[in-house]
């Protein structure tokens, strides 16, 4: 039997780069032998033997490679709710971090919640994102902010990836906020996470990458360099939440250490979206943040497709600046707020989120040798998946094959 499964009759969205624009395959087939993709092209190009265990007629349905979501923070405790009803009645973002609550009030619920907890509270989340044939996604730490409870929420992730068909990948992000017993040292407590946190937890095999966030409520350029430091020493990729509320130099400061990814990017300027295009660092672009917290300043897209940086989306879910579990309409809106093209939407959430987690050598794109990641829509026009808003119309959802 030469093939395990063969679609047949499907219009596919390949996003292979050989092609032009999506990749487009009208009358196309694809076949898998076990995990792997064997045979993508047209109809008129299937080896003469098609024999399959199993054989799926899509009737003309688009196919796309699996979604992924590329910037998460899908594992936490709590709830902030009440915290978006006092923010609606006037209370700013700064008077309720003051009075305890913020991302601090979510790093108490973290850290009073089991590894137990943390799964169970993330499945609802991470089942959301799958519903819209999201294949890959990947879960940062950050709302621990000491070394067991980091290591907790890391262990969550891993864990939420064997619970669901669905790939993580994890993201070591201790330099997220200050934690009260820190007593206001950021410089002794990015030392803490440099030599003895990070450390410790890629020893366990934890982290995939290493982020940080570079802000004036946050970690400075200088401090920032010294966790990327730290992960280079041990052989982990970096990427960086920069330039969100101002411009540090964030994306300038994560090319020079060619991390993988860049986030969320407001502020950044003209030298900052050339030096990423040049290290080949991703523009992940955050428009649930943006929305959320009624930002104003977009991201340069201009400046981006000027440059030539690769530019991805991803939802950003947390509890705080953008709690959003759909990749759909993270699309809309990058296509509404962001004024991106339905072709960079639809990349954005495929192949550039494959290329912003190092992983384009295996998923984010239909081509043999890859992972059969795919999701099947009942559509009749491929921009109907950044068009409409609330629907989704996920036919199938593949993940390594099954
Ligand atoms: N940027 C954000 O917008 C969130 N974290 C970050 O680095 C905010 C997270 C929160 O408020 O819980
Ligand atoms: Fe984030």
Redesign the pocket.
Known sequence: MPFDRLWRNARIATLAPDRPGLGVIENGALATTGERITFVGPETDLPSDTRAAETIDCAGRWMTPGLVDCHT?LV?GGN?AREFEQRLAGAS?EEIARAGG??LS?VRATRAASEDDLVQAALPRLDHLIAEGVTTVEIKS??GLDQESEARMLRAARRLGSERKVGVTTTF?GA??LPPEAGGDKDAYIDHLCTKVLPALAAEGLADAVDA?C?GI?FSIDQTARVFNAARALGLPVKL?AD?LSNLGGAALAARYRALSAD?LEYTDEAGARAMAEAGTVAVL?PG?FYF?RETRKPPVDLFRAAGTHMALAT?C?????PLTSLLLTMNMGATLFRLTVEECIAGVTREAARALGRLDDIGTLEVGKSCDLAIWSIEDLAELVYRIGFNPLHTRIWRGQ
């Open positions: 923070h936490f902030r973002y913020g991302i979510t950050g709302y992000l997220h906020a966030f802000e946050a939440h969100q969320h955050l943040a917290i950003d947390n509890p705080g600046s953008s």
